[in-house]
T-cell receptor, first 111, second 116 residues
Framework: KQEVTQIPAALSVPEGENLVLNCSFT??????LQWFRQDPGKGLTSLLL?????REQTSGRLNASLDKSSGRSTLYIAASQPGDSATYLC??????????FGTGTRLQVFP | EAQVTQNPRYLITVTGKKLTVTCSQN?????MSWYRQDPGLGLRQIYY???????DKGDVPEGYKVSRKEKRNFPLILESPSPNQTSLYFC???????????????FGDGTRLSIL
C-alpha cells in the first residue's frame, strides 16, 4: 500500500531564504507526482506535476525534482516571500487516477 | 477558465438530515473524485467516477453516496449525516487514465461541513 510522508510538518523562515520541502513515498511504481499549495480556507492549487520519466520540473521560483528509485521528491522554493506562506502537499498517482496525499508541510515566511 | 465548482462552501446541519454537496467541472473531464481532509489524516478518497454512470468506492466510502448522470456533475450525498462526517470536502477532476493522463488534476475550493 502506497504511503506518502512529508517532512518537515511545519517550517518558519525569514523572507529571502531558499527552502527545500521533502516528500517520500513507499512504492516507486508511480505514474506521476504532483505538488499542490493550499491556503487557509481555500482549495488546492496545482503547482507542478512531474511525470515518472522526468527528473525535474520548474515554474518560476519553484523547482520540483523526482528520484523515483529512491521514492523521493523535493520542492525547492527560491528567494522565499511572505506570499509563499501556505501548506504544501505532495501527491502521487499510481496506475489508477487516485492521488495519494502526504499530510503536508505548513510553511510560514516572515518579513 | 478551467474550474471545479462546489456548493455550498460552508454548511452547518444536524445529525440525520440528508444533504447534498454539488460538484461541477467545465473541462469535459472523464474522471471525478471526492476527498475529505481531516487534521493529521490528510486527504482521503471517498468515491470516484471514471465516466458517466461509472462510480466506485475509494478508501472511506461509508456513509456517503454519489451519482454520475452527466459528465460535468458529480454530487456527494450524505443520506443520514453523523458528527464523524464533519470535515473539509474536496471535489477533483482530471482527464482520466490514458487520456493525456499526465495532465494535473483540478480541485474545487472545498466545502466545510459541520454536523451537530
Amino acid at each position: 500500500k502506497q504511503e506518502v510522508t512529508q517532512i518537515p510538518a511545519a517550517l518558519s523562515v525569514p523572507e529571502g531564504e531558499n527552502l527545500v520541502l521533502n516528500c517520500s513515498f513507499t512504492d516507486s511504481a508511480i505514474y506521476n507526482l504532483q505538488w499542490f499549495r493550499q491556503d487557509p480556507g481555500k482549495g488546492l492549487t496545482s503547482l507542478l506535476l512531474i511525470q515518472s520519466s522526468q527528473r525535474e520540473q520548474t515554474s518560476g521560483r519553484l523547482n520540483a525534482s523526482l528520484d523515483k528509485s529512491s521514492g523521493r521528491s523535493t520542492l525547492y522554493i527560491a528567494a522565499s516571500q511572505p506570499g509563499d506562506s501556505a501548506t504544501y502537499l505532495c501527491a502521487v498517482r499510481g496506475n489508477t487516477d487516485k492521488l495519494i496525499f502526504g499530510t503536508g508541510t505548513r510553511l510560514q515566511v516572515f518579513p | 477558465e478551467a474550474q471545479v465548482t462546489q456548493n455550498p462552501r460552508y454548511l452547518i446541519t444536524v445529525t440525520g438530515k440528508k444533504l447534498t454537496v454539488t460538484c461541477s467541472q467545465n473541462m469535459n473531464h472523464e474522471y471525478m473524485s471526492w476527498y475529505r481532509q481531516d487534521p493529521g489524516l490528510g486527504l482521503r478518497q471517498i468515491y470516484y467516477s471514471m465516466n458517466v454512470e461509472v462510480t466506485d468506492k475509494g478508501d472511506v466510502p461509508e456513509g456517503y453516496k454519489v451519482s454520475r448522470k452527466e459528465k460535468r456533475n458529480f454530487p456527494l450525498i450524505l443520506e443520514s449525516p453523523s458528527p464523524n462526517q464533519t470535515s473539509l470536502y474536496f471535489c477533483a477532476s482530471g482527464p482520466g487514465q490514458g487520456k493525456t493522463g499526465n495532465q494535473p488534476q483540478h480541485f474545487g475550493d472545498g466545502t466545510r461541513l459541520s454536523i451537530l
